[in-house]
């Protein structure tokens, strides 16, 4: 058993928890960003291969105290580095810290390359390679004021890079952040799903990629493939079970993607086409002040403009109420997901979420509105009409 950290992005981590639970995880502890737990290769196999929301899993080595870089050296220096890779396989270090004393993290980092390279001469008279864009092996040091904690990757590029995605748009959605909103708005296959500003087409690749029951690692490598203890045989047995469970949807199609940018959806057609997925979603060029709904009420989920894709906030403060009147107008019914971090969005759109989940794009704290479309409810009061409670929604 390995004691093993996952990362995800920030107000995910109880959908990490479940993720890395259905793994065989055991000793599971959320904290901030991430998960803790153990595991063995397996759980490390099956969460590579089947979360959604982990961003990486990381296997912890070392942990200790420090007071000055020679003791990260000498912390680094006692692990029996040869047991976990070989020599021949190229090595990055990378250091994140928080509140740490130290005033170079650079210097870190080559201090941690030098205590691997030292033991790898006493070992075999040998040392790795550094190669700083693709390495084989990625070795992560994170600092508090006091504590570093040394680890070893399993999982190479971030998750969220499932393999499919090549056009992107301003401000693109990671893919991780996109199935963790659609796991919280309670998305299951079958269900209709609008994605009214669909961008680069996050929303719907990981959507379709459900419909298709795809693994979302499925079609990419792993830093574990290079590690010693590494079962190439169990590997190859969990991969094929998760390509045989593969399914082609029937019957038309309950996904549906409209951008009013034609640049957004050419690079949203272009995604869905080269990762197989395109019978799956209904893709069309459409405005949603403009447009009808494309079918029965379901859900919409949405990343709108919130500034960094628009750099007039008049235009924003334009658009919000036109958003309002255009959902109260035609989409009686339907419970939409709003992802934003313009606090403006909310007053201007004039209509009350139900919730208000807080999450991180990337290091952009946002929101989650949640707005059931409820025929008649979803007005403005008039001025003195009530005590202004309808714009008040609970932090959840």
Known sequence: MFKLFATCPRGLEALLAEDLAAAGASDIRIVASGVACKGGWETIYRTNLNSRI????????????????????????????????????????????IKSPLK???????????????????????????????????????LTAEDCTLYLDTT????????????????????????????????????????????????????????????????????????????????????SAAQQAERKPSGAPTLFGRDASPSAYRAALANLDRAGLLPAVDLAQGDILEAAPPATPGLMVCNPPYGERLEELDDLLLFYPKLGAALKQKYA?????????????????????????????????????????VAGFNRRKKPGEGDGAAEEASEK
């Open 54 to 97: 982990a961003t990486r899993l990381m296997m912890q080595l070392s942990f200790g105290k420090y007071q000055k870089e020679e003791d990260i050296y000498k912390q680094a220096r006692r692990i029996d580095w040869p047991r976990h890779f070989d020599v021949a396989r190229t090595i990055r270090v990378y250091v994140t810290a």
């Open 104 to 142: 170079s993290l650079e210097f870190i980092t080559l201090r941690i390359k030098d205590a691997v390279c030292d033991v790898f001469r006493d070992h075999c008279d040998e040392r790795p390679s550094v190669d700083t864009r693709e390495p084989d092996v990625r070795i992560h040091a994170f």
């Open 156 to 239: 190479g590029a971030p998750l969220y890079q499932r393999g499919y995605r090549q056009k992107t748009v301003d401000a693109p959605l990671k893919e991780n952040l996109a199935a963790g909103i659609l796991r919280l708005a309670g998305w299951q296959p079958g269900t209709v799903l609008l994605d009214p500003m669909c961008g680069s087409g996050t929303f719907l690749l990981e959507a379709a990629q459900q419909v298709y029951n795809i693994a979302p690692g499925a079609r990419r490598s792993f830093a574990f493939e290079k590690l010693k203890g590494f079962d190439a045989q169990q590997w190859q047995r969990m991969k």
């Open 333 to 373: 019914g339907w419970t939409c997901y709003f992802l934003t971090a313009d606090p403006a969005m909310q007053k201007g759109i004039g209509l009350k979420p139900s919730k208000k989940t807080p999450l991180f794009n990337g290091a952009l704290e946002c929101r989650l509105f949640e707005i059931k479309m």
